[in-house]
């Protein structure tokens, strides 16, 4: 199993749906969990911390299961805005928590 | 809000040229890190910089690279001799303390384009 895999994408949505990504981890000893967004040709900007099941954020909501080792995100009411790249991302226990990024999940909202 | 600043935002080289990329850190983080992102590919881990020293680096990481922290504010990659495959962007990155729970932010990057 690779480090950190995610839907590929692209996912084409209209403005006002509903999107869900998911991402799988291989290392059952990390503890902390990050998406990060990132637009073409940007640096990552971060969009949410997952540290215990899950949290929400407006219209973002992130959820873990430990069990599977599964993370997903939620976006509801997509904005043409929210076009972007989205990276689950995993913190590398132990040492000094090199991130560990995913290839990232193409979104584009249209109207 | 703090931010981390890199410069220059693209640096055009020769192969075979040595460049240096620079960071300004957010002033009270105290882990560094530098990533590299080719183009159409995903983040890279480079290296780690805590206590004024290295603390992990990857297989990417090799002689050719080297890191310091001169003046307790700017963080430098220094690539001697370029390759074309060391085209692409790199990205500093900081954070306040240790613990995983807490996320790096990054700076806007480097586009680093080898010719």
């Known amino acids: 199993r690779k480090e950190v895999e995610q839907d590929p994408g692209p996912f084409n949505v209209p403005e006002g749906a509903t999107v869900a990504f998911n991402c799988t981890y291989s290392n059952s000893a990390s503890q902390s969990f990050f998406w990060y967004r990132q637009d073409c040709r940007k640096e990552p900007k971060l969009l949410m911390s997952?540290?215990?099941s899950g949290n929400e954020d407006g219209r973002f909501t992130a959820q873990l299961n430990r069990a599977s080792q599964y993370i997903s995100l939620l976006i509801r009411d997509s904005k043409l805005s929210d076009s972007a790249t989205y990276l689950c991302v995993v913190p590398f226990s132990g040492g000094y928590n090199k991130l560990i990024f995913g290839a990232g999940t193409r979104l584009a909202v249209h109207p | 809000e703090p931010e981390v600043t890199q410069t220059p935002s693209h640096q055009v080289t020769q192969m075979g040229q040595e460049v240096i990329l620079r960071c300004v850190p957010i002033?009270?983080?105290?882990?560094f890190y530098w990533y590299r992102q080719i183009l159409g590919q995903k983040v890279e881990f480079l290296v780690s910089?805590?206590?004024?020293?290295?603390?992990?680096k990857s297989e990417i990481f090799d002689d050719q690279f080297s890191v310091e922290r001169p003046d307790g504010s700017n963080f430098t990659l220094k690539i001697r001799s370029t390759k074309l495959e060391d085209s692409a962007m790199y990205f500093c990155?900081?954070?306040?303390?240790?613990?995983?729970?807490?996320?790096?932010?990054f700076g806007d990057g480097t586009r680093l384009s080898i010719l």
């Open positions: 002033s009270n983080h105290l882990y």
């Open positions: 997952v540290y215990s």
């Open positions: 990155a900081s954070r306040v303390q240790e613990g995983g729970n807490q996320p790096q932010h």
């Open positions: 910089f805590y206590n004024n020293e290295i603390s992990e």
